[in-house]
């Protein structure tokens, strides 16, 4: 019990450097200071495992008895995490929910604001801290409590409320009349809930109407391990399912190329003028993604005990291919209704004649649009993708290609017919 609730409260979150690099300590709050840093051998294995968090004036909390912080969970309310990483049409595959009407509370990734504040503040970037106060975000936000991403949120909240909360507007219940707060400025009709004009987010009210609603729907790309999650699906509280999203990794990198392209000026350099160096740190980037998301699907997909009818992998194709059928799938998986008007809004936006601009629309002719990927990758990126991506390709059912005729071949193939999700 102690090991499973343990890190229920982020303790070492938001860090700063002080002094040296490698002297980091929480600024989560005055009531979750840690005395340790990084530097001591024990840090991690101390947060991580011990039943007690040490506060500011050298007394100890119990952790198991600190459920004030987060409220206990009423039974019948349904919680799904869509995990994915960026550029998989996550976005777009997040809507198939954010549309589902008045019953759901979906919320697009929220943990941009701590990987932005972690980024920031930790010197070297450490995957363990950062897996963990994405987890305890997660459980807090599926619980309907704010106060813990408030702490990541720049700048901070005044009296919970606040106009800096990433891409609000893709939240179509932090846009309903009962959170829309009046427009004070016309900063906020930019910014923040275009057709109703609202203005700062009241997180209280945002609190407030997560628990009247019946299902519960995340949508992030920061989650790069699934084996992070698993105190989380394990909770009691939480009834949850989790929908991994993935899709060609020689799709990934050509949509990365276009959406991202200053961070992409390497391989658009190699795309343009030479052979890419297969041991550069940028293709050893790519392939560590890969391995990640390879990873954790072959996690879900050996059923462990504690994620069974628990775990569902969707190939992006598949739903480009078959939306409704897919978006059918998806929601028996998680047993929630599909409502009319979720129907409605993916046969609009999965058969759109005027395609809507711009790399992170949400509006596409999603038949077409699944293999325009080919005519805008050289050859060679996709010869390096499938040398260090070949495992996880293989895996998801992604055929090869041996030559420029063939990539740029609509009538050729690239997918097979797989059935990952077979009890």
Known sequence: MKNKYAALIICLVALVIIE???????????????????????????????????????????????????????????????????????????????????????????????????????????????????????????????????????????????????????????????????????VYEKHHCKARQCGP?????????????????????????????????????????????????????????????????????????????VEDEEVKRLQGNCNQIRESAELGLSRPDWLENKYMLVRYEDIARYPMQKAAEMYRFTGIPFTSHAREWILKNTHASQVASGVYSTQKNSSEQVQMWRFKMPFKLAQVVQEVCGPTMELFGYRFVDSEQTLVNKSVALLEEKQFNLS
């Open 20 to 186: 040296k690099e490698n002297k980091i300590i929480s600024r989560v709050s005055d009531k979750l200071l840690l005395r340790q840093t990084l530097q001591h051998p024990d840090a991690l294995s101390l947060y991580n495992g011990s039943s007690a968090l040490v506060m500011e004036d050298g007394s100890e909390m119990d952790m198991e008895n600190t459920t004030q912080f987060f409220e206990a969970e009423q039974g019948g309310r349904r919680h799904v995490l869509l995990l994915a990483a960026t550029r998989t049409g996550s976005s777009f595959v997040g809507e198939f929910f954010n549309q589902l009407g008045s019953d759901m509370f979906y919320l697009f990734e929220p943990l941009w604001h701590v990987e932005r504040m972690l980024s920031e503040d930790m010197a070297t970037p450490n995957a363990t801290i950062s897996s963990w106060a994405y987890r305890d975000v997660l459980l807090s936000l599926f619980l309907c409590d704010f106060s813990l991403l408030e702490r990541f949120i720049n700048p901070p909240p005044d009296a919970h409320v606040t106009q800096a909360l990433f891409r609000r507007d893709s939240s179509a219940a932090l846009c309903e009349e009962q959170v829309c707060s009046p427009v004070v400025s016309n």
């Open 201 to 277: 987010l009241n997180l209280t009210l945002a609190s407030d109407s997560c628990r009247a609603k019946e299902y519960r729907a995340i949508k992030t790309v920061r989650v790069t391990q699934l084996e992070t999650l698993r105190s989380l699906v394990e909770d009691a509280r939480l009834d949850i399912r989790v929908i991994q999203l993935v899709r060609d990794p020689r799709a990934i990198l050509a949509s990365r190329m276009e959406a991202f392209s200053s961070q992409y000026q390497t391989w658009k350099s190699w795309a343009a003028n030479g052979e890419v160096p």
